[in-house]
């Protein structure tokens, strides 16, 4: 861990190692994992849909150098899906395997209750780590060099469940009753993620340290096609993000992502594309734009908002 403690030495540090691995980081993000991983708190991350939340907990792994685990969340999801449940088919299959050994210990036995009492005796055998399945949330208190725990979209979560995640977040443990309590073998870098469909419980947010990413601006924007797309052109970048910033502030009902700029950057460059022109941004609007509707307010505005990438990004 003294290797990744290093990389933690200052903000600097974090932030570079962050853009090493691909994500370009803000100060305010780099700062806010510099503390997560100092005070040893969850990171709460809020923003629209498609600004890089998830993506960050992925960079954040790749930079530590340790594995990912992510537990996607929905409605009704419960303990049995997030922390463990026992191997039910392999139970069986042993006591299959074992029913001879098991006849011979309840030989000799003259009731039920009798045999039932001695079978008793043998209960931890078949409720033992070797038979448990362990989920997101245990599999990461396993890892014994570390892991980053991605919680995704939490806010889609019941308020039972919320419950139960500030428990096993304040103190890094767990209780199986047939087993007893299990630590964290290291703690794990945790990310929770919301899309604000409905607000967090303040116990949690009081457990986390708040981070929220919003779009970002032309320049920081700019500098992320750059990475993620090395072969596109200065002009052409420019070009496509002015467009693209134009685009979201129309009254559409899905807001181009940055994950979806990448992508037309890329669509562009396979196009051998050198400049915005109509007829190109019409054929291909479908690569940011996800929804007929929108595609067509787009449409109406094409002149205009293709005009004005040029002129601003000529």
Known sequence: MSIVTDKFSTVEKVRQGLKNVGYI??????HTVYLAYHLGKPILVEGPAGVGKTELSKAVASFMGVP????????????SKALYEWKYGKQLLYTQLLKDKLNRIIE???????????LHQYDDIFFSPQFLEPRPLLKALQEKDGAVLL??????S????????????SDFQVSIPEIGTIEATSQPFVLLTSNSTRELGEALRRRCLH????????????EI???RVPDISERLTAQLVTFIHQVRKLDIKKLPSVSETIDWAKTLVLLHAENLDRELVRNTLNTFLKAQEDIRVAEEKLHTLTEHALREAP
């Open 25 to 30: 980081a803000t100060t305010q993000i780099a």
């Open 68 to 79: 990912l685990i992510r537990l996607q969340c929905y409605e009704g999801l419960d303990e």
């Open 108 to 118: 000799g036995e003259t009731s039920l209750a009798e045999s039932i009492d001695k």
């Open 151 to 156: 919680v995704d979209e939490v806010d889609k």
């Open 158 to 169: 019941d308020d039972e469940f919320e419950a139960f995640l500030l428990e096993i977040l």
């Open 211 to 222: 981070l929220y990413i919003s779009f970002p601006d032309q320049g920081l924007e700019r």
């Open 225 to 227: 096609v750059r990475t």
